[in-house]
């Protein structure tokens, strides 16, 4: 394949390209090319349109580069053009993940401090652990990520709070007395007065007593409303935990019935 050099206000980004590249993944990019080189042509077709590199064709700009190395498809017929462009990114996200032990290894081999523009954490490996020193020694750890998560004990510790210090509800009402003054259609107030709701500042503390001090209904309402967690794996299904994708993995691994 020939290797051609195009001005990049040359080349035409796809309209309808799917694939999302934020600022931060830009800059990482433009760091990339910055210690390394451009060495990862552009695809393109015969009109110089974008296949696959729009992220590293708007590094390249960031970087005010005249010019960038770029491969021609013109073999692809325009239907292959547009299934190839989703195809390239699917496949990079489906990619058979990391053997994480010779990915520790191989991070901790390199020398991070001799690179100027990049360093680990622009990999995102920051999620790994590495281990600490009686790991190192071969001595044996305690697994941090566990399926035993232990709720919390709810026992009285004092009186029972009254019901109007679990919540402090002053903005709420403020904002609801001036959406009714308005001039407003009736929908428009409706929906106004549920976003309303949302300044409600809640007092965890005097809920868990409160809690402590109720009857077993009351107490079912309360962690159905997530007001308190007990059962951690229903706090997740109903959304009101949420999980990073790694300890989603472990998660799903660990409660998720055979």
């Not at 490996?125 to 281990?131: L, M, T």
Request: net charge negative.
């Amino acid at each position: 394949m020939k290797i051609e050099k195009i001005p990049t206000d040359k080349l035409i980004p796809y309209a309808r390209n799917a694939k999302k590249h934020d600022a931060a993944q830009v800059s990482k990019l433009a760091g990339s090319i910055r210690e390394f080189g451009f060495n990862n042509p552009v695809l393109i077709d015969r009109e110089n349109g974008i296949i696959a590199g729009h992220g590293r064709v708007m590094a390249a700009q960031k970087l005010e580069l005249k010019d960038v190395p770029c491969i021609r498809l013109g073999h692809l017929t325009d239907t292959q053009r547009r299934a190839y462009i989703l195809a390239d990114n699917r496949l990079a996200e489906l990619g058979g993940g990391w053997d994480e032990e010779l990915l520790k290894l191989e991070i901790k081999d390199i020398d991070w401090g001799e690179l100027k523009e990049i360093s680990v954490d622009d990999f995102n490996f920051g999620e790994i652990d590495f281990g600490g020193e009686d790991q190192a020694e071969g001595k044996d750890v305690e697994n941090p990520y566990t399926a035993k998560v232990e709720a919390p004990t709810y026992t009285p510790t004092g009186p029972k709070p009254d019901i109007a210090e679990l919540a402090d509800q002053g903005k709420c009402k403020e904002l609801k007395k001036r959406i009714d003054a308005s001039g407003l259609p009736e929908d428009e107030k409706q929906f106004l007065q549920l976003a309303a709701s949302r300044h409600i500042v809640f007092d965890y503390q005097q809920i868990a007593e409160y809690y402590a001090h109720s009857n077993k209904e009351m107490q079912a309402l309360m962690e159905e409303s997530a007001l308190v967690i007990i059962d951690f794996k229903q706090a997740v299904e109903n959304g009101f935990v949420k999980l990073t994708d790694r300890i989603a993995g472990q998660f799903k691994e660990d409660f998720t019935d055979e």
